[in-house]
């Protein structure tokens, strides 16, 4: 009797319907299939699906039967890794709009702030805020050398005593300790502009031994920007430090030059040096009204820079200063600089300066101008939009390999200011714009740009690739569909096209439309995983 149940069993087992069959094996929260599975690596795309179980991802394949407790159907669209944007500015910003709906709209899951020499420098404080946020996308942070400088030596315009040195490498040791994935400089900001070579040196030197990135927003993009490539390659030989160089471009008066700045990073690869650039695709850029004025004028906190605006004497040196910065960018008035934010007088908002000049009925000249600069940058550091760039530059730059895709944005609150539309639509004008329309490059490489690219280099290794046992930060978005809205003069637009996006295994937008959900975590650099 026993034996005849176990032959019954088998021949049961054997002559089980299909669908009865499907039912083994592991069950997933999520499968999404009948996707065009791009994986990250820069190879082919190829339809099948993905299962995700908790946070992770438990399968790839070109055929998942398993159970689930969702079925999502992508309808032959493409489902990817989802994308990193390791170049942002979102201090501040996470308390006010938490959903992060610009980004995730966008298809990012994964940002990095603390660029530009700008960030938080008490890095444990920061993340546990974070935490009690609960923000919808992940976040990690570098440690920024003009807030180091300014919390050792304030607005000082000097090099630092060996113990300031001391205490800013404390800082920065104590950073990447609680996690920062490296160390950022804004060399055209203050007071970060004041440091040398040696000084930028020393504290990178502290963050490679945690295995940092070094990140750098040069000393000068524009008639300098051959001498401030050089700098920040040094840094990286002198560290022996991989590089990053933020928002890779060049201004007036170096136009179509793009060649030789990016043979600049073609070659020191070629020497054995782990360099790489990013860019935002778009012919302006966007930074405070200070950049236009010369640092020396910016030293020492507000009550110094008003002593020296109402000074004729200083006044007078600042105006002739500026007024030959303009003829070595070339330029014959400011229209080109349009203000975003300004909060002492919001009906600024999306003028240029040129515009305001005439409203403040002023000549139309080039010391003018520069007069109504100062008077605004007086009440209060605008944030203004710089139409400065060339498209073939652009171009160019973008079709280089190792361009990661940043947007160099923040989380924005929607209607508010007329801010840069790149924190809206980065992602999608270049997978629509550049991809789609214009072929710069192609899909698979895109999303490579976007994924395993900014992973690797920024020691995110369970993130970045469509693979068993990687992190569930995924995006599905339509190739033919995918396209940013969001323009200069109407900035608050989200981009279209993307469908779903999961982060940590948790779906976030859903059928085109953000649920609420806000799983995102903290991205610790590997300093902060060795001494945990």
């Known amino acids: 009797m026993f034996v005849f149940y176990i032959i019954f069993s088998c021949l049961f087992a054997f002559f089980l319907p299909a669908e009865l069959k499907k039912q083994e094996g592991p069950e997933a929260d999520i499968l999404i299939k ?8 820069g190879n082919s795309w190829f339809y099948g699906d993905v299962a995700i179980k908790g946070d992770q991802i438990l399968a790839v394949s070109t055929s998942l039967n398993m159970r689930a407790k969702k079925i999502i159907d992508a309808q032959k669209k493409v489902i990817a890794p989802g994308f990193i944007d390791v170049h942002t500015h979102i201090e501040g ?34 993340f546990r805020h974070l935490d009690s946020l609960k923000v919808s996308v992940n976040i990690g942070s570098f440690i920024g050398h003009n807030d180091v ?6 607005m000082a315009n ?40 040696s000084e930028v040196v020393s504290l990178a030197k502290v963050t490679a031994k945690y295995q940092g990135v070094y990140t750098s927003h040069i000393r000068n993009e524009t008639n300098k920007i051959f001498e401030a490539i050089d700098e920040a390659l040094n840094i990286g030989r002198k560290t022996g430090m991989p590089v990053q160089v933020s928002h890779f471009k060049i201004g007036k ?10 043979a600049m990073i073609i070659k020191a690869r070629e020497e054995g040096m782990e360099v790489t650039i990013d860019q935002y695709p778009y012919t302006a850029s966007s930074t405070t009204i200070y950049t236009l004025i010369p640092s020396w004028a910016l030293a020492g906190g507000q009550d110094s820079i008003s002593y020296r605006f109402r000074k004729p004497a200083i006044r007078k040196k600042i105006i002739a200063e500026m007024v030959n910065d303009m003829k070595r960018r ?40 520069i007069e109504t600069i100062l008077d605004l940058a007086e009440k209060a550091s605008a944030q203004m939009v710089f139409h400065s760039m060339n498209e073939a530059d652009v171009e160019y730059i973008m079709k280089y390999p190792f361009t990661m895709i940043t947007s160099d944005g923040g989380i924005r609150e929607f209607g508010k200011g007329v801010p840069h539309p790149r924190s809206y639509g980065t992602n999608a004008r270049v997978l629509g714009h550049y991809v789609r329309d214009r072929k710069i490059i192609g899909l698979e490489d895109a999303v490579r740009r976007m994924t395993s690219l900014p992973a690797q280099k920024f020691n995110l290794i369970d993130r970045g690739l469509l693979k068993k046992g990687m992190i569930a930060d995924i995006v599905v978005f339509d190739p033919k569909t995918i396209k940013d809205l969001s323009t200069f003069e109407k900035p608050h637009a989200y981009s279209q ?11 976030t937008l859903e059928e085109g439309k953000h649920n609420g959900v806000r799983n995102g975590t903290i991205l610790y650099g590997p300093g902060y995983q060795k001494n945990k």
């Open 253 to 262: 008066p170096n136009w179509n030059r793009s060649n030789e700045t990016l």
């Open 93 to 126: 910003d996470e308390k006010t709009s938490p959903k992060a709906e610009n980004f995730i709209y966008d298809g990012v899951t994964s940002i990095i702030t603390g660029n530009c020499g700008l960030s938080n420098t008490d890095m444990q404080k920061y």
């Open 149 to 154: 400088r300014k919390a050792v030596m304030q």
């Open 34 to 41: 009948n996707g065009r599975i791009i994986d990250g690596t």
């Open 497 to 507: 096209g993307v469908k779903y996006v999961l982060v940590n295994g948790k779906l």
């Open 158 to 197: 000097r090099k630092p005593t060996p113990e300031e040195l001391q205490a800013m490498e404390n800082l920065v040791e104590k950073a990447m300790l609680e996690g920062a994935v490296g160390f950022s400089t804004g060399l055209i900001y203050t007071p970060g502009t004041y440091a040398n070579t």
């Open 330 to 369: 070339q330029r014959t008035d400011f229209s080109y600089v349009v203000v975003a934010h300004f909060e002492p007088n919001t009906a600024y908002n999306g003028k240029n300066i040129s515009q305001i000049n005439t409203l403040l009925n002023r000549p139309k000249t080039i010391p003018a101008e």
